[in-house]
């Protein structure tokens, strides 16, 4: 294959033969993102070229795909660690801003009737998480089996064929993987949960509608999956923490209590959490205390905030993820102009190393134009 830079061009294509390339990207990104930018376009001979989608409806399935096998490529090659969390912790921050402002409560079902700007703002981000997560429950190899026997057998497919290779692994007598990943890719939403640890117990309680299947990774031993709207479990010998490093799709709050030992050991010894599960927990605290989910949220608000600050090497790009500690919930958050701007910086804030820097380069700057394009003032 033939590799073309293009100049003013954003992203890359796969064609018989060769790929176009951004010239911007391969000359002044970083490794990381054009490793996965060819890895992704190559991924599509196989994966979209080979067999392809049977209807636009499933397009995100189709570029999902390819990014999940694009992300084992980066982790591969990439041997420097700080290079692959930095770009791991880019493409979290970007599922925050698509969720949160670009399209909230979106399914990855899409319309008949699309453009490049939608799939951009529904592929390529929580379906990625959503494979991974699969990935978890089914093994590497299985799901390596999956594709070769999709792309080898089908000149076309669809949900339906994705996740008849699942029918037959059942989590539950009364459902199967295939059934959890549809549910997963067909419902709108960012589910989320309340842990509360008092002492001999833990409480696990869903906080979204409708009620999702979730995958769990813990601490603690409990089920793999949770159905229920609440559930109790023992936890005599540590407090029970879910979800960390982002390993299924769902945002976790805890009582304040937990929050504060969190953020405690995390002020002194931060190395001991990875760039995103730094990230994830100071973004999911601070959103639910923009959202009156917890209690004592004032005082804990500011030692989070004054956390983050007196060690930013440990928290890039901590401006977004401390957005809805410096922001307030506000509907007019979700005008199409906010969702614009937020696209806007979404493609251009994680490309390259000057952009994440902890309260200084790129990312405060243009987190502080988008505050001040809402709200009239800086947030930081």
């Known amino acids: 294959m033939d590799f073309i830079l293009v100049p003013d061009y954003d992203g890359g294509m796969e064609n018989w033969g060769h790929i176009t390339v951004s010239e911007t990207l391969a000359t002044s990104g ?23 989608i049977d209807s636009w409806n499933w397009i995100c399935l189709q570029e999902d795909l390819a990014d999940w096998m694009a992300l084992k490529a980066v982790k591969a090659l990439l041997t420097d660690e700080i290079r692959l969390q930095r770009f791991q912790l880019a493409q979290y921050v970007e599922i925050q801003l698509v969720e949160d402002f670009l399209s909230p409560g979106h399914s990855l079902y899409m319309p008949s009737k699309i453009n490049q700007e939608l799939i951009n703002r ?33 000149s076309t497919f669809n949900l339906t064929t994705f996740t008849s290779y699942f029918d037959q692994i059942r989590v539950d007598r009364n459902a199967t993987v295939g059934q959890i990943y549809e549910y997963w890719y067909t419902t709108g939403g960012y589910p989320s949960i309340l842990v509360e640890n008092n002492g001999p117990s833990s409480r696990l309680q869903q906080l979204s509608k409708p009620l999702w299947p979730l995958k769990m990774t813990s601490t603690l031993s409990i089920p793999q999956f949770v159905f229920s709207e609440s559930i109790v479990f023992a936890s005599e010998s540590a407090p029970l923490l879910v979800n960390l490093n982002f390993t299924s799709f769902m945002r976790v709050n805890y009582d304040s209590l937990t929050w504060t030992a969190i953020f405690k050991y995390m002020f002194e010894e931060p190395e001991l959490f990875s760039a995103v599960g730094r990230a994830q927990l100071v973004s999911d605290f601070c959103y639910f205390y923009a959202n009156d989910g917890v209690e004592n949220g004032n005082i804990l608000k500011e030692a989070v905030v004054d956390m983050v600050y007196a060690k930013p090497e440990f928290f890039e790009l901590c401006d977004w993820n401390l957005y809805w500690c410096h922001s307030r919930s506000d509907q007019s958050l979700f005008s199409q102009v906010v969702r614009s701007l937020a696209l806007r910086f979404s493609s251009a804030t994680f490309e390259s190393s000057t952009a994440f820097g902890c309260k200084n380069g790129m990312a405060a700057r243009n987190m502080n134009q988008f505050c001040e394009k809402i709200f009239g003032r800086k947030c930081i």
Do not use: P
């Open 30 to 52: 970083d490794d990381a993102h054009l490793i996965y930018l060819i890895a992704h376009e190559i991924a599509h001979h196989w994966i979209g070229n080979r067999a392809t």
């Open 122 to 154: 529904h592929c390529y981000l929580k379906g990625v998480v959503l494979l991974d997560t699969l990935e978890s429950v089914v093994g590497e190899q299985f799901m390596y089996s999956v594709i070769k026997s999709l792309v080898a057998s089908h």
